[in-house]
Nanobody, 118 residues
Framework: QVQLVESGGGLVQAGGSLRLSCAAS?????????MGWYRQAPGKQRELVAT???????NYVDSVKGRSTISRDNAKNTVYLQMNKMKPEDTAVYFC???????????WGQGTQVTVSS
C-alpha cells in the first residue's frame, strides 16, 4: 500500500509560482513506474497535468507545457510539481498519483487546493 500526501497548495496571484510536493510512504517511488499530478476544477473532470517515470521521462498537458516542471527526489521519496506563470485557469484541486503506467492509477493522494487570483 502506498500513501501519498500532497502539500504546497495555496493562493497565488496570476503570474506567480507554486511548488507542490507529494511525499510517498509505504513504498519507494523507485519501484513505482509512473508518478503523476492530476487536477480537478469545480464542475470539471479530473485531468492529467504531468507525469514522470521511474527512468525520469516526463510528459505534460499542453496547457502547462513550458511553465511547469515535474521532478522526483528518490532520496526524499518525494515528487514535485513546480508551476510558474500561473493563470486563473490553473485553479483546481491537485492530486498526486502512482501507478504502473500513465492514466492507470493505483493510488491517489487526498489533494491540495490551488487558487490563482486574477
Amino acid at each position: 500500500q502506498v500513501q501519498l500526501v500532497e502539500s504546497g497548495g495555496g493562493l497565488v496571484q496570476a503570474g506567480g509560482s507554486l511548488r507542490l510536493s507529494c511525499a510517498a510512504s509505504g513504498s519507494s517511488i523507485n519501484s513505482i513506474n509512473v508518478m503523476g499530478w492530476y487536477r480537478q476544477a469545480p464542475g470539471k473532470q479530473r485531468e492529467l497535468v504531468a507525469t514522470i517515470t521511474a527512468g525520469g521521462s516526463t510528459n505534460y498537458v499542453d496547457s502547462v507545457k513550458g511553465r511547469s516542471t515535474i521532478s522526483r527526489d528518490n532520496a526524499k521519496n518525494t515528487v514535485y510539481l513546480q508551476m510558474n506563470k500561473m493563470k486563473p485557469e490553473d485553479t483546481a484541486v491537485y492530486f498526486c498519483s502512482a501507478g504502473p503506467r500513465e492514466r492507470y492509477i493505483d493510488f491517489w493522494g487526498q489533494g491540495t487546493q490551488v487558487t490563482v487570483s486574477s
